[in-house]
């Protein structure tokens, strides 16, 4: 159905006619062709109307374009000769078509004319705007002064659409029209390339902004290297102080919060006031003989130069070995033997040409109390001047210590005064001594983990059991060595049977070598002990091995009457013996 639109090509706005009229949005200078509608999009039936004639004198001058060169760019279309070649007459004008829609004065694509032919405006890259106040180059400040577009703004051009009913004079001549005049285009535009760098200037007229080279670049090199070096020259104080603050807290010194000192003095029964009470009388020895080597702890007796010590401290000296006694001060001095005991195992030692010595006081072992404090001072491990304290946790305690040769002359019956205060390998020979700072002791065994009760013979730590002689058997032993170089032990005169496993002592019925068991007219005999018969009680204290029974014989002195209880072929008997003297070893 034919509805009276054109069913020719149709030329979009946007397209650029090359041959035949153009509109009024073509380029500046074009003359319609006869019969033809500058407004029309398309070839078709058209309305002939003829066209009025124009008045030669009513032809604008045509004046001759301003030569350009090849290549150069005008920001401008020339315009194509569309009319007769000059000389000829004009063609009569073709009737015009009248469009199907109401005209449109803006010429409004599609109903309008063909768009304006203009260059594509400049593409714009984001720069960052100056804060308020800053002055603005010339090339970007606007006419206000707020960077507004310096250049002519390119705005189509105004399109008026032709009266159906006007009359257009008819041209004299046909000639080309030549363009108007070009506006002056900026260099920019000139070096405008889209597909240019990023920093090109798009709109300022003075010079490039775009990556900077030679001398720029060269200029640059030298400062960037300066940055990064002060950069990491702050970098490392930095993380100096840094570090330097998180190990001290902070840059000034810290002052803790400190008592003052104090006059230093002590209550004399505080174990600081015992302890520096007895330690100038307390010395330690060194021993060293032809086979082996100790260290033990001795205490001062008397102005001569009489200093008690342990059996088992001295022994590897022997008959020609040396022994050397450092006092509390440092002091150091050689020693001989006095005497020496191993029933006992007590020793005197004696150094020669020391003056001010200052002897330990001696106490009472039978005025001792369980329960009492007590301070221990020895070499442990030969560690000089060491203190520890404790308290007294049994008394009576029998022990036995040595026995190494195997035939019993070297084992020690001690009736000993058991500790907690920790003695250790090198305490031996050392004082235990009281609250008042009086010897009531002298260190001499342990209670090892490992080797069950010993002399200090192996080198276990202490664990809490220790044991010293009490010291009024040590100080009758002592006088006997200082007097006579031996010491004496009370004896009843009978011989036990030691590996009697029942409850009690049991006489034997041979002695060792062979004799009788009870000796004829020692104190046994005279006191009515027969061979077999069960010693059960000693001064009213229970007796449970022979080992017990000999502990507590050697407690006491020779001469003293001691009573016992017995029993012979189930019946208990109650005897009297008088202790009689044997020389020890």
Same mark, same amino acid.
């Given at each position: ?21 153009? *509109? ?5 200078? %074009? ?20 066209? $009025? ?5 009513? %032809? $604008? ?41 109401? $005209? ?22 984001? !720069? ?16 206000? *002064?707020?960077? @507004? ?5 390119? =705005? ?21 029209? +030549? ?31 775009? +990556? ?16 990064? #070096? ?10 100096? &102080?840094? %570090? ?47 086979? /082996? ?20 401290? !001295? ?46 006081? #001696? ?9 009492? +404090? ?29 026995? /190494? ?8 019956? !001690? ?16 004082? #235990?001594?009281?609250?008042? =700072? ?7 065994? &342990? ?26 058997? @040590?100080?009758? !032993? ?34 060792? *070598? ?69 020389? @020890?070893?």
């Amino acid at each position: 159905m034919d509805d009276g639109k054109p069913s020719g090509p149709k030329a979009k706005w946007w397209s650029r006619p090359t041959t035949g009229p153009t *509109g009024h949005g073509g380029p500046e200078g %074009a003359v319609p062709a006869p019969g033809t509608d500058p407004t029309a999009g398309a070839t078709g039936p058209v309305e002939a109307r003829p066209a $009025p004639p124009v008045p030669q004198d009513t %032809a $604008p001058p045509v004046e001759p374009a301003p030569p350009v060169a090849d290549g150069e760019a005008t920001g401008r279309i020339p315009a194509a000769p569309t009319g007769p070649p000059a000389g000829e007459p004009p063609a009569p004008e073709a009737p015009r078509a009248q469009p199907l829609h109401a $005209p449109d004065e803006y010429s409004t694509p599609p109903y309008g004319g063909p768009g304006p032919w203009a260059l594509a405006p400049p593409v714009q890259r984001p !720069v960052a705007t100056p804060a308020r106040g800053t002055p603005v180059p010339p090339p970007y400040a606007g006419p206000n *002064g707020q960077g @507004g577009a310096t250049g002519p703004a390119f =705005a189509p051009p105004h399109q008026q659409q032709p009266d159906p009913h006007e009359q257009h004079p008819q041209p004299h001549t046909q000639h080309p029209h +030549p363009p108007h005049p070009q506006q002056p285009t900026s260099s920019q535009w000139l070096q405008y390339d889209p597909w240019g760098a990023a920093h090109q200037p798009l709109s300022a007229t003075g010079p490039s902004f775009g +990556p900077e080279t030679g001398h720029g670049r060269r200029r640059r090199g030298p400062a960037l290297v300066g940055v990064v #070096l002060i950069a990491l020259v702050a970098g490392g104080i930095g993380g100096g &102080i840094g %570090a330097y603050v998180e190990r001290t807290g902070g840059l000034t010194s810290v002052e803790l919060p400190q008592a003052g000192r104090d006059s230093g003095g002590r209550a004399p029964d505080s174990v600081a006031g015992i302890a520096a009470s007895a330690l100038p009388s307390v010395v330690t020895l060194h021993v060293s003989g032809t086979g /082996e080597s100790g260290t033990g702890t001795g205490f001062v007796l008397d102005d001569d130069g009489h200093i008690l010590t342990n059996n088992h401290v !001295v022994a590897p000296a022997g008959g020609s070995g040396a022994i050397t006694v450092t006092f509390s001060g440092g002091e150091t001095a050689s020693a001989e033997i006095v005497g020496k005991d191993s029933g006992y195992d007590l020793a005197v030692v004696r150094v020669r040409g020391v003056s001010g010595l200052k002897p330990l006081a #001696l106490g009472n072992s039978d005025n001792v109390r369980v329960g009492d +404090p007590v301070v221990a001072i020895g070499a442990p491990f030969d560690l000089s001047n060491t203190v520890t304290s404790g308290i007294i946790s049994a008394k009576e305690r029998p022990i036995t210590a040595g026995g /190494e040769k195997g035939d019993g002359t070297d084992v020690s019956y !001690v009736d000993a005064i058991q500790t907690d205060a920790p003695i250790n390998p090198g305490n031996s020979g050392g004082p #235990l001594v009281d609250s008042r =700072a009086h010897v009531i002791g002298i260190n001499s065994a &342990i209670r090892a983990a490992d080797s069950g009760t010993g002399m200090d013979g192996g080198q276990s730590g202490s664990i809490g059991l220790g044991f010293a002689i009490p010291i009024n058997q @040590g100080k009758r !032993v002592a006088e006997e060595l200082i007097n006579t170089g031996r010491a004496t032990h009370p004896v009843i005169g009978v011989t036990l049977d030691m590996k009697y496993a029942g409850d009690g002592a049991k006489v034997g019925t041979r002695s060792a *070598g062979g004799g009788p068991a009870v000796t004829s007219g020692g104190p046994g005999a005279e006191a009515g002990i027969r061979p077999g018969d069960v010693i059960t009680e000693v001064d009213g204290a229970r007796v449970h091995s022979g080992e017990e029974l000999i502990v507590k014989i050697r407690a006491h002195r020779p001469g003293d009457r001691l009573g016992l209880k017995l029993t012979r072929g189930g019946d208990d008997l109650s005897l009297t013996v008088t202790l009689g003297s044997a020389s @020890g070893t």
